[in-house]
């Protein structure tokens, strides 16, 4: 490092450089995926980094931080089978009956003030582990994404519905997602919200997931920092959301050199939002969402993506959003690209 100029370093020592020089000359870093559409290019990364550091290739990639990757014609197949079996090993839930949804029939107990556990850090624990889990699933991130919400004073109601998540996962623990390989470069996004869903608060829930193609790529499930005054507020505040992602993706489509064959296209099934969004007149009835308004109608007229309608019964979102029922959220799970391939079914 260069000192600023007028700084007198007679006589002083760096102490961050007499750090360094302690240091020994090794480093060791952990596994290092290489991914590319040429293979020379990547024998030749590999070569370059042998040449300076020791390093070990493991070949086609098999397992990464609890990631299992196999590949076909087909496609790409990831889950967390070993993950998901040890931690119901862990709990010592491997033994149970499992169960065909990953919540309890009604939410209402969550909020109800009872026994709070005398160690919450084993819920809080659980409730990491799990949320790293739904990275490959994502009919698990609701559920969760609901519990967590109660890791301060956790109670005996909330550690019985993290039990349930952990039955239902037993049903399947080497479900995950499934990467098409001649998908079409096309993104697919999906956005909506649950008025008022916290009874603690009221405030609402807004939830998206985009797809590539057919394959599911982003998803996600959080309360508005704010309440909203009605369903259509909480709807385009979920809008704007969904907003800002696809356009993330879509500059990181650009930066991989990737040219989408059609243009975004984004479904919501709220008539007054996507009214909003085409709208210049109407904004005056909603100055207080002013921001969002702009953000969502900008990327419309840019042509970023095609704002179209959506009945609530094709709404792929509400399984990010609500609880539903056991047969609406099996056919909104079998739409998510979700895959077991250790078994035939």
């Known amino acids: 490092m260069t000192p600023p100029p007028g700084l007198d ?3 002083q020592v760096c102490k961050l450089r007499k750090s360094l020089y302690g240091l020994k000359q090794a480093m060791y870093v952990d596994d290092v995926i290489l991914t590319g559409n040429s293979l020379k290019d990547i024998e030749d990364v590999k070569a370059l980094l042998n040449s300076a550091f020791k390093i070990k290739d493991l070949g ?16 790409i197949h990831i889950c967390q089978r070993k993950y998901a079996l040890d931690i119901l090993s862990q709990t010592g839930m491997i033994g149970y009956k499992p169960c065909s949804t990953p919540y309890l029939k009604d939410n209402k ?15 809080r624990q659980l ?73 603690d608060t009221r405030k609402s829930t807004t939830g998206f997931c985009i797809f590539l193609g057919s394959s ?22 979920a809008l704007a959301t969904t907003t800002c992602e696809v356009q993330w993706l879509s500059y990181l489509l650009r930066d991989l050199q990737i040219k989408p064959t059609q243009t975004v296209v984004m479904y919501c099934d709220n008539k007054f939002a996507r009214h909003i969004a085409h ?20 990327k419309v007229q ?8 959506i009945s609530s019964e094709e709404q792929l979102v509400d399984g990010f959003t609500k609880i539903l ?12 690209g979700l895959l077991n391939i250790y078994s035939p079914a």
């Open 9 to 11: 370093t007679q006589g």
């Open 60 to 75: 086609n990639l098999k397992y990464f931080l609890g990631f299992e990757v196999a590949r076909s014609k087909k496609g």
């Open 109 to 123: 107990d969550l909020y109800d003030v009872v026994e709070t556990l005398p160690d919450p850090t084993v819920y």
């Open 127 to 199: 409730i990491g582990k799990i949320l790293y889990l739904t990275n490959t699933r994502p009919n698990l991130y609701f559920s969760i994404h609901l519990l967590s919400q109660f890791m301060q004073a956790p109670t005996v109601k909330h550690y019985a519905a993290v039990q349930h998540v952990l039955k239902y996962i037993k049903a399947n623990p080497s479900q995950g997602l499934f990467f098409l390989a001649d998908n079409q470069i096309q993104l697919k996004a999906f956005s909506d919200s649950d008025w008022g869903t916290c009874l």
């Open 216 to 237: 599911l790529v982003s998803w996600k499930s959080k309360k508005q920092g704010t309440i909203s005054r009605s369903s259509t507020e909480a709807e385009y505040r």
């Open 279 to 298: 709208n210049q007149s109407f904004h005056e009835r909603i100055k207080h969402l002013d921001i969002d308004c702009h953000v969502v109608r900008e």
């Open 302 to 309: 840019s042509n970023l993506f095609y704002l179209l309608p």
């Open 325 to 336: 029922h056991r047969r609406q959220f099996r056919t909104i799970t079998s739409k998510l």
